[in-house]
């Protein structure tokens, strides 16, 4: 990961520094005298923690007893004693900025061995604060198959992943960890109607002690509305020889009903949608054929396939439109000016049609086609789908 390599280079940068510096630079005296037969502090590691530091080392002569640790230009000291061939101290309540630490080993007679240093950054408040929940940026449900969008990450800030915990359909709480070049997450057993929560967790730097977490978020996801019926097979509610009339949630006014009492239902192409007049059945003057759904705020895209149609050569016109509310459609010579509208787009040839609307507020909405159809006029539609614009 980028933030790895870059504190690890400077943490690297900063022992190699310290590392000449011992060796005599004017910059940090040594004005002790130390025995250059005595071994000395070997492996000298410093690990930053939260106000905190962890010193490590490796000491490669058994006469040496204790080991005095320095910083702050050696205002500030601590002994610590040698176990095993290596000492190990923590030092608490440090500011959040660099340090540097000196160390020098002494034996039982007190001769004392050359200096070494070594440095690191110790984090704190500011830190903390400054790390953030990874943010979703979008969400679909559609029954259980959920899909998220996260926020991209910089991992320069030392963000490792995020998790989240979710509910299946068996009720059961489920973790998933995200990795940061992850940004798209789908989740194929959400529970519908429950919340799902997050955090992120963070190292700030390779050696770091502590793994931080944010709090957690709470997030209800998107539920996407579904149009019901809505493709081949379409089931009617009632029919009568090739024709009949589109069953629920579907709603079918009496003009769209040409074949005696029924309309909109074809048994022809496999059960299919289809506003079709003439060749022997009454014209239609405003058909309109509509379901009403409950939808939230969101930018939306309608998508129509048509089989075939011969509405191009319909001089009055025909339409797939979206109102707000459940008032259903308006008459074909209203629906580009109606205010209730928020999508439509007017049939001509065979092919998908893509209706995009925005909804700011929750409401119900109306989806459909009206039609006035003066002539030997048809329209068969294979699906209807309703899903968010990009």
């Not at 990450?153 to 915990?165: A, K, N, R, V």
Request: glycine residues 8%; aromatic residues 10%.
């Amino acid at each position: 990961m980028k933030f790895k390599i870059n504190q690890a280079i400077r943490l690297l940068f900063v022992s190699l520094v310290f590392g000449v510096l011992s060796c005599g630079s004017e910059e940090y005296p040594d004005v002790n005298n130390y025995d250059e037969s005595l071994g000395e502090v070997r492996s000298f590691v410093v690990r930053p923690g939260l106000n905190m530091v962890l010193i490590e080392g490796v000491i490669d002569d058994p006469n040496i007893s204790e080991v005095i640790i320095q910083w702050d230009d050696q205002a500030e000291s601590v002994t610590v004693p040698v176990s095993d061939g290596s000492i190990s101290v923590q030092i608490n309540n440090l500011q959040e900025r660099l340090y540097v630490f000196e160390a020098k080993a002494l034996d039982a007679q007190g001769k004392s061995s050359e200096i070494i240093r070594a440095g690191t950054e110790v984090y704190g408040a500011t830190y903390v604060e400054s790390i953030k929940n990874r943010t979703i940026l979008s969400s679909s449900l559609v029954e259980s198959s959920l899909s998220i969008s996260l926020a991209l990450t910089d991992e320069t800030s030392g963000i490792l992943g995020t998790e989240l915990i979710y509910t299946n359909n068996e009720g059961e709480e489920k973790e998933v960890t995200i990795s940061t070049n992850r940004d798209l997450l789908n989740i194929s057993d959400f529970m519908s109607g429950s919340t799902l929560k997050h955090r992120s967790y963070y190292m700030y730097s390779p050696l770091s002690l502590d793994t931080l977490y944010t709090d957690y978020t709470n997030y209800r996801p998107f539920v996407l509305p579904v149009l019901q019926n809505a493709a081949v097979p379409y089931v009617a509610s009632e029919t009568s020889g090739r024709w009949g009339t589109l069953g629920e949630p579907w709603i079918t006014n009496d003009a769209a009903k040409n074949h005696g009492g029924f309309g909109g239902w074809d048994q022809k192409n496999g059960n299919i949608f289809n506003l079709e007049s003439g060749w022997g059945s009454p014209y239609i003057v405003d058909g309109k054929i509509y379901q009403v759904i409950d939808a939230p705020p969101a930018n939306y895209r309608l998508t129509v396939e048509v089989l075939n149609t011969n509405h191009n050569s319909n001089t009055d016109g025909a339409y797939f439109v979206i109102t707000k509310g459940n008032g259903g459609l308006p008459n074909v010579a209203d629906v580009e000016t109606a205010p209730e509208v928020i999508g439509y787009q007017r049939i001509g040839v065979a092919g998908t049609y893509t209706v995009d609307f925005v909804l700011d507020e929750s409401s119900e909405i109306s989806i459909g086609e009206v039609a006035t159809q003066n002539g030997n006029l048809y329209c068969n539609i294979t699906s209807w789908n309703l899903g968010l614009a990009n």
